[in-house]
């Protein structure tokens, strides 16, 4: 728990009162953004509104995925040393979590805010996982990835929660399908794509034609408003697959 937090905690059962107070609101926000380093963080992200920036919150914890991670760790199993790439790593509690399931394999861990990349470091220290402070993949390297995490990045909050009825200018399936592009180039053919907790669908993308859902995970409802690829909401979206195998690269 944070020092704010901690701080803040025992005002919890008060908070509805307090919050009437006059100037009670942004007198808290000053407050939390002297104390807390991860929302000075966030707040600094929101408000250089970087073109790559998806979710803005950090929110992570161990042990979050346990049945999304154990239906990938069965789909690596014939792998040895697999290159995993979790991109929106936030702290690195994700990729503690993996690591305990797959020992192996070799990690790379990438998010666009520079305070949970720093956090991550703290966290992993002593072992061999490489972080790096950035807001896109990039270009392919000399080794592509045999698996990338994508979990809980590709999505805004504000949408999940007031579904207004386009999602723009938050977010926009053309830049969902840029991430998707992105990713696509860097991962192996045979490799896998872990994604979860986004606003679009991949199976919308141009990519997901060269994919097949895995079998290690059955589909799911969404637990996230999803938009169409005319950043429209979509008013009831069926169960979609998470983890999904690429079959072919582009031609
Ligand atoms: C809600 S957290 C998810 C953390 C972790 N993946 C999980 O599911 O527990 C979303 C993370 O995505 C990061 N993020 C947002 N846009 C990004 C981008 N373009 N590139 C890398 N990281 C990004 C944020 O900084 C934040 O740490």
Request: aromatic residues 8%; charged residues 25%; hydrophobic residues 45%.
């Amino acid at each position: 728990m944070s020092f704010y937090r901690s701080l803040v905690r025992p005002l919890d059962r008060l908070k509805p009162r307090l919050k009437r107070l006059p100037g009670a609101v942004p007198l808290a926000r000053v407050l939390r953004y002297c104390l807390d380093a991860r929302y000075r963080s966030e707040w600094h992200l929101r408000r250089a509104r970087a073109p790559d920036l998806f979710q803005v919150t950090g929110y992570t914890m161990p042990g979050r995925y346990p049945v999304l991670f154990a239906g990938l760790a069965r789909a690596l199993a014939d792998r040895r040393a697999a290159r995993i790439l979790c991109f929106g790593c936030s702290s690195g509690e994700e990729i503690e979590s993996l690591r305990a399931l797959i020992p192996d394999a070799v990690f790379v861990g990438i998010d666009i805010n520079r305070h949970s990349i720093a956090l991550a470091r703290r966290r992993l220290a002593g072992t061999a996982v490489l972080l790096i402070h950035s807001g896109r993949i990039g270009p392919p390297g000399e080794a592509r990835f045999d698996a990338i995490v994508c979990m809980a990045v590709l999505q805004r909050t504000e949408l999940n929660q007031q579904l207004p009825a386009r999602c723009t200018p938050l977010l926009s399936f053309a830049k969902f399908e840029a991430a998707i592009a992105d990713f696509d180039r860097n991962l192996t053919t045979g490799g896998l794509l872990l994604l979860q907790h986004s606003n679009f669908r991949f199976t919308d993308t141009a990519a997901s034609k060269r994919y097949a859902a895995a079998a290690e995970l059955p589909a799911r409802l969404p637990e996230t408003a999803k938009y169409g690829r005319d950043d429209r909401l979509i008013a009831e979206a069926g169960a979609e697959a998470l983890l999904y195998r690429k079959l072919a690269e582009a031609a």
